[in-house]
């Protein structure tokens, strides 16, 4: 019996690589890719209980029905050092190799590149860094297909959303105790597909995608909650290996599933299990009217905020008391004056006026204070060349737009606590 072999094309890799990326960086149960050769199909299937896929029509070779991979971080930096290697046509090469000790290597060959990785072959767990030894009692296979296949994204409409889900996955929670927060919230209103993050402190909210269905159902109130930063980086990676048309689905077992179309490469199904919980109120925060709109500069002001944002942490570095220092910003007629204070005494300042850079005021001047690095973040992910910023009052948040359907909204500070 020969040694167990696979061929992987260079567009599988890409799509393996964007299945991977989704994964959980420590799992709490054991989590391996199955690599599966039948009479009727070759596919890989992956779930760690949080993250799922199934590719499948991949072009496997040898004498051999199932090998296992276990560290699937290890197989995904084995395709990631692969696909720097620009191997297209060349296919990738895994080829399992038995030897007289109790443990068993698999080497990766791309264009005449070896790579190791750890492997599993009839079941039997064999990793070669040592760690654990042992036979694999439950393999977790991924959940079943949805029924139907709810939204239909043609290539512009999947550009459009990876945008959207890039901007607003940034203003999302990174703290696990409150899960609703670190998810983004997807839902159809008016024929458009709104998503919302926020982490209590930042709001960002978009709408400008327009899928439609795949059946022709009534698919208004259409909603799902995947965690947003393994779904945003599902999509990123999906956006460079060239995604053409996009399905998106709901199952009643708590996952959103996504079907990528990818030209020339096998077809998938990826999956996020979806976060359960009430998502803030949060269409109630946009504030009716606002009574000072001011238009700057995005990249003028984006400077500004990165200046007083790393003031504010090498200030907190020295071992004062803030740790987080506010930046106060001082709108005016002729411009607007950004200025931050430790312990009573000027850290920064900087004065800009409307002669250096677009800027324009409508309303009374107003003052406010903001969290410097969060103000960075939102200008950073607002599309355009100018921003727009609506204020009500010192005490109440600002709304920051830009080009695009994106809307932020960003809770002050009071400004009697900047001394």
């Given amino acids: 019996m020969g040694n167990p072999e696979m061929k992987i094309s260079y567009r599988t890799c890409e799509l393996l690589h964007a299945a991977l990326i989704g994964r959980r960086a420590r799992t709490v149960q054991p989590a391996w890719v199955?690599?599966?050769k039948t009479d009727f199909a070759q596919t890989f299937d992956f779930n760690d209980f949080d993250?799922?896929?199934?590719?499948?029509?991949?072009?496997?070779?040898?004498?051999?029905?199932q090998l296992t991979v276990a560290e699937p971080r290890m197989l995904h930096d084995v395709v990631k050092a692969a696909l720097k290697l620009k191997h297209e046509p060349h296919p990738l090469t895994l080829t399992v190799k038995e030897k007289k000790t109790p443990k068993q290597h698999a080497s990766v060959e791309a264009a005449g590149t070896h790579l190791s990785v750890s492997a599993i072959v009839g079941g039997r767990s064999l990793l070669i860094d040592g760690e654990w030894n042992g036979v694999i009692a439950d393999v977790v296979v991924p959940p079943p297909a949805p029924a139907e296949w709810q939204l239909y994204l043609d290539a512009d409409e999947v550009t459009r959303f990876t945008h959207e889900v890039q901007q607003v996955a940034k203003c999302a929670s990174a703290d696990d105790t409150l899960p609703v927060l670190t998810a983004l919230h997807l839902q159809m209103r008016e024929n458009r597909l709104e998503l919302a993050t926020t982490d209590r402190y930042r709001l960002a909210q978009a709408n400008g995608t327009a899928p439609v269905s795949d059946n022709a159902s009534d698919i208004d109130g259409w909603s799902a909650m995947p965690p947003a930063k393994t779904f945003?980086?599902?999509?990123?990676?999906?956006?460079?290996?060239?995604?053409?048309?996009?399905?998106?689905?709901?199952?009643?077992?708590y996952w959103l599933w996504v079907r990528p179309h990818v030209r020339g490469a096998a077809s998938a199904r990826i999956a996020d299990r979806v976060i359960v919980g009430e998502f803030p109120k949060?269409?109630?925060?946009?504030?009716a009217e606002v009574m000072t709109t001011v238009t700057v500069d995005r990249k003028r002001l984006l400077s500004v905020a990165k200046a007083a944002a790393a003031t504010a942490r090498a200030t907190a570095r020295t071992g004062k008391k803030s740790a987080a220092v506010p930046i106060r910003l001082q709108f005016t007629e002729t411009g607007y004056l950004a200025s931050l204070f430790q312990d009573g005494e000027l850290a920064f300042e900087e004065v800009v006026l409307s002669e250096q850079s677009a800027y324009s005021l409508d309303g009374e001047g107003l003052s406010v204070g903001l969290n410097p690095g969060f103000l960075a973040d939102i200008l950073g992910i607002t599309d355009g060349d100018v921003v727009t910023i609506g204020l009500v009052s010192p005490t109440k948040p600002i709304v920051i737009t830009g080009d695009s359907s994106l809307r932020c909204l960003l809770m002050p500070i009071r400004l009697t606590e900047l001394s």
Avoid at 282 to 287: A, E, F, G
């Fill in 34 to 36: 199955i690599i599966e």
């Fill in 51 to 65: 993250h799922a896929f199934s590719i499948s029509d991949v072009d496997l070779t040898g004498s051999w029905d």
């Fill in 232 to 253: 945003s980086s599902t999509m990123k990676a999906l956006e460079k290996i060239g995604v053409g048309p996009m399905h998106l689905a709901a199952d009643q077992d």
């Fill in 282 to 287: 949060y269409r109630s925060l946009w504030p």
